[in-house]
């Protein structure tokens, strides 16, 4: 095994390890959440990660959001998750895809997925993210945050979260008056990660049908059972 | 004769500002989960995801002895 996974070993093990290089995981929206996830997944070894994002960043995304630095305001946010990964791990193949994640384009870009992971900012886009997966047979890692709040569930397709979660006529939420604090999306981001990881090597016990939410202000975390 | 009911309401995120995290409450027999609501001024609107006994609940439903309520507000950011 190569040395830069070696300290993975025994939390996964090394056969684990070199199954996870064949899985595809799509990581919808590279911002707060997005950019630790997709930090993550690649370092951890996954074999392709696609990136999806239209957004370029700017500057109120520097507080929180990993990808973005100094020197690339105004550009591309899937393309700075690909440049990220020449540095953090070229052993692996990074797919950025420069589009807006919608009824248009989604099918297109999670088709062949392993696992999908909800990082997107917005309830439709959401709730799209949960009918395309459904559709094509594919488990949703779904994150949201606001502010000192987060909540992560995961959804095997037939499963009925993601009407629960992102109901028809949300537009949007909290975060617009909390807003983003830098913590948040990378506490919420790990917990996505580690369930898209057991997702994979079918390993441990997962968020599927119940939420976690997190609320950092008071430290007091509450997995709420989501009945089938 | 009003027989009360016993019910439990856990409250998530921006709604424990100024309420507890979760109440015990006796509510009059035919009392609707929006009365829950409204007796804690938490506005119907603003509520996103509300469970009533770990199921997505409606806010017009009749009440049953011993039901837990459960309410948060929107968290969509990414």
Known sequence: ?228 | MVIDLKVEVRLFATFREGREKKYFLDMPEGSRVIDLLDMLKIPAEEVSILLLNGRDGDAMRILDESDVVAVFPPVGGG
């Open chain 1, 1 to 228: 095994m190569e040395d830069r996974y070696s300290r993975n070993v025994s939390s996964i093990t090394e056969e684990e390890n070199r199954r996870l290089k064949s899985f595809k995981v799509c990581v919808i929206g590279c911002g707060g959440l997005g950019g630790y996830i997709i930090e993550m997944l690649g370092r951890i070894g996954i074999g392709t990660i696609t990136a999806v994002d239209y957004d370029r960043f700017e500057e109120t995304n520097l507080n929180r959001q990993i990808l973005s630095d100094t020197t690339n305001l105004g550009q591309s946010k899937s393309l700075a998750a690909l440049e990220r990964m020449k540095k953090v791990n070229p052993e692996i193949t990074l797919n950025n895809v420069d589009l807006r994640f919608d009824s248009t384009s989604g099918e297109e870009i999670i088709r062949g997925s392993d696992v999908v992971v909800d990082a997107l900012d917005n309830p439709q886009g959401k709730r799209l993210a949960g009918d395309l997966c459904a559709k094509l047979n594919i488990p949703l890692v779904h994150g949201a945050i606001a502010g000192w709040y987060g909540q992560v569930t995961t959804v095997y397709p037939g499963d009925k979260a993601m009407d629960v979660i992102c109901k028809e006529g949300t537009s949007c939420g909290i975060e617009k008056e909390l807003g983003n604090p830098p913590f948040t999306p990378a506490f919420l981001a790990a917990i996505q990660t580690a369930e898209v990881i057991k997702i994979l090597l079918k390993k441990g016990g997962t968020l599927r049908n119940k939420i976690l939410y997190a609320d950092l202000l008071n430290m007091e975390f509450d997995i709420v059972e989501l009945k089938k």
